[in-house]
């Protein structure tokens, strides 16, 4: 069954499967597919950058919902604790966010394992590292736009759903969430973009994205602006592929709102 | 019949319930007790790691490199702003063509990453060094330096272009006939009128530009300019010792939250007027 999947998928795969672009135009090129050119390495990469940004999003708007709920409570604490969160993550540079998190993860680790009189070396997984480090810089910005929403929300919402005896949870997911999500996303979607660009700094800690690909393919081939031109298009198309399917969910998002 | 023969005396309001210790304030505390866990953390790895031998060396070195990046991020947010000028208006002009280029050019710009522009310029032009060589532009490209600023600023030009012509558009078609109904030219009306009006509501944006610009710059250290991320990681390199990286979020931090409160203030400052 697996093996049907995998011959489908790579029959669909846009760069190197048989109707790739890269299989297409670059055939007995420096991006040709295979040992000849350096096509699947960087195809590898646009799975990689793929992946770790559509993985980074659930993570970071998870976190950031919870921020957005500290930041708009009653409790005084909370709200403070929420703000030194989001200042922190939102005044550090991403770049030093990842290093941060990546060596201080090891060192703390480490540490760890030195306790339990483990003296062998720690490597922590760049994949996971670049992970936190995104969702924690998304979370941060993704709490201040649906923060933002939440104040959008009348206060008789709320009122409305006591009045039907549904409790502050199922309040929350039935009345306010439906409404949170349409005013949302138009911030969220800008936030989406910057995350897309924002991976191209995991290629620092050695993880194989666009950027370090066509960078050992440059370092090897000589050819520096070629494949640096490419790397920038191909986050340029990432963007407009993820700007029409974003359109399309804020059609979707917003299908309430046709004029009758 | 019974009525009432002594009336209540007037007492005060009764007190208000005492919330006590709900799930909020419980997880509020916790928060911020990690926090404070966290802030002791880090003061205690500079009490205990603080080696007067690196702060001599290191220290001189890190505020150099947070010269390099006040520099660096203000020449290129100030050329930049000069470099949106000309696109703001070829993206508002009723000429087709002028504003295709001006928004093909914000659209590249806005949806490449920084880093990418930056590697392009750095090594993707400077593998052009015979030809750069031929027509004397070596020695901008071979520094990385230049080519930092070179990539700031047409990156900020992107965005400020932005900002600039959605700050102009947002200034209502009124002021425009206004200004054309006392017989104002409309260079003069644009000077007088529409701009000052235009820039009070893109005072947000370019102080947000700036303050993204800051945690951007921090890309040039990979291409080795030596400003404080690249400080941070020449000292990390040589000792190994984590502080360098919270002594670098420190200066960020610092640089942001300064930059945020000057901005907070200088709009109120400037929108004082609007107030009622």
């Given amino acids: 069954m697996s093996g049907i999947f995998s011959a489908l998928f790579g029959a669909l795969d846009p760069l190197c499967g048989p109707i790739g672009i890269f299989s297409l135009f670059g055939s007995d090129s420096l991006i040709a597919c295979g040992d000849a050119g350096w096509g699947d390495e960087i195809a590898f990469g646009v799975l990689v950058t793929i992946t770790l940004a559509v993985a980074t999003v659930p993570v970071g708007l998870f976190i950031g919902f919870l921020i957005a709920l500290a930041a708009q409570s009653k409790d005084k604490t909370l709200r403070l604790a929420a703000g030194i969160y989001t200042t922190i993550f939102r005044g550090l540079p991403e770049l030093l966010t990842l290093f941060i998190i990546y060596y201080g993860m090891q060192i703390g680790l480490q540490a760890v394992l030195a306790w339990f009189n483990y003296e062998g070396r720690v490597e922590i997984n760049a994949f996971l590292a670049g992970m936190i480090a995104l969702a924690v810089v998304f979370s941060s910005y993704s709490s201040e736009v649906l923060l933002s929403a939440f104040r959008a929300i009348p206060h008789g919402q709320y009122e409305a759903g006591e009045a039907l005896g549904l409790s502050r949870w199922r309040t929350l997911r039935l009345i306010v969430l439906p409404q949170l999500i349409r005013i949302a996303l138009p911030g969220l979607t800008n936030l989406w973009l910057i995350l897309l660009k924002d991976t191209s700094y995991v290629s620092v800690i050695g993880l194989a994205d666009i950027v370090r690909q066509t960078g050992i393919a440059a370092r090897v081939s000589k050819e520096a602006f070629f494949f640096y031109f490419i790397a920038c298009l191909l986050y340029l198309a990432l963007a407009v592929i993820s700007s029409f399917g974003l359109r399309y969910a804020e059609r979707w998002a917003r299908r309430s709102e046709v004029r009758r | ?276």
């Fill in chain 2, 1 to 276: 019949m019974s009525f009432v023969t002594e009336l209540i005396p007037p007492r005060p309001a009764p007190a208000a319930a005492k919330q006590g210790l709900t799930g909020a304030r419980i997880a509020g505390i916790s928060v911020l007790a990690l926090w404070a866990l966290l802030a002791a953390g880090l003061v205690l790895t500079v009490i205990n790691g603080w080696n007067q031998d690196k702060f001599l060396r290191y220290g001189p070195r890190y505020l150099h490199g947070l010269w390099t990046t006040i520099s660096l991020v203000g020449i290129s947010v100030v050329l930049g702003a000069a470099l949106s000028v000309p696109i703001a208006f070829a993206r508002m002009s009723k000429n087709r063509v002028a504003g295709a280029i001006a928004y093909a050019y914000v659209y590249v710009f806005r949806s490449t990453p920084l880093l990418a522009q930056l590697f392009l310029i750095y090594y993707g032009l400077g593998s052009f060094k015979p030809q750069l060589e031929s027509v004397g532009l070596w020695w901008f490209f071979r520094d990385a330096w230049y080519c930092g600023l070179l990539s700031f600023v047409l990156n900020t030009a992107a965005y400020q272009a932005e900002i600039l012509r959605g700050a102009i558009e947002s200034v209502p078609r009124g002021q425009h006939e206004g200004a054309a109904a006392l017989g104002i030219s409309k260079t003069i009306a644009f000077r007088k009128i529409i701009l000052p009006q235009a820039l009070i509501v893109a005072l947000r944006p370019y102080g947000n530009e700036i303050i993204l610009m800051i945690k951007g710059s921090a890309v040039v250290a990979i291409v080795t300019v030596y400003d404080l991320m690249g400080e941070t990681r020449y000292a990390f390199s040589r000792t190994f010792d984590y502080q360098t990286y919270l002594w670098a979020a420190i200066f960020y931090l610092a640089i942001v939250e300064v930059l945020r409160h000057v901005w907070a203030f200088l709009e109120a400052r400037l929108t004082r007027h609007l107030k009622r």
